[in-house]
């Protein structure tokens, strides 16, 4: 199962501007649109790794644009278990009858699972689709260096070049940065946070 990015909004109109920013902002496929009650509405998409992340941040984005009160929580599972799909996107097991969910269970699926701050950074109109150094340094701090070089693996040689230049620390620059294969940008981004981790 590829990785799953949930956005949720107080809301319809903020989750349709969300499900929008977020098809146009990587190569995600929407997955379900749920509305989980008391005006609050889930949308799910799913994609490599670093394109959910990309576009989780782009609808983020663009539900603060309209309302920065009606984003409620976002999240990204990066390898979810394969027996999740029968919770996500309305799949089932096999000779399974549906097991009604006690309703204390019910409340605690609907509270947010992460609560984002002001600190973290979200994409600009700009620069959707594209990922910058700010994000990547959320990522160290959520997921360590190990996760983060996984997710950096996962991106097109041109993304990388891309997000390269951002960083004037790194031992090329330039033109080398443009010719710079994907091992060689790998590798400057594990010596930049080996360092700073």
Known sequence: MQALGFIE???LLVAIEAADAMLKAADVSLVEKTTVG???ISVTVTGDVAAVKAAVDAGAAAVERLD???LITRHVIPRPHEELVVIIGGGTEPDDEPVPVPAQELEIQAQPVVVL???EPSCDTETVGTIKKETVDVWMKQD???ETMKILEDMKVTE???LAREYHEFSIAGREISKANKT?????FGK???QND
């Open 9 to 11: 909004t107080k809301g």
């Open 38 to 40: 008391g005006g609050l």
């Open 68 to 70: 920065a009160t009606a």
């Open 117 to 119: 701050t002001e600190e």
């Open 144 to 146: 360590g260096l190990h």
């Open 160 to 162: 990388l070049r891309t």
């Open 184 to 188: 060689l940008l790998l590798e400057e």
């Open 192 to 194: 930049y946070y080996g």
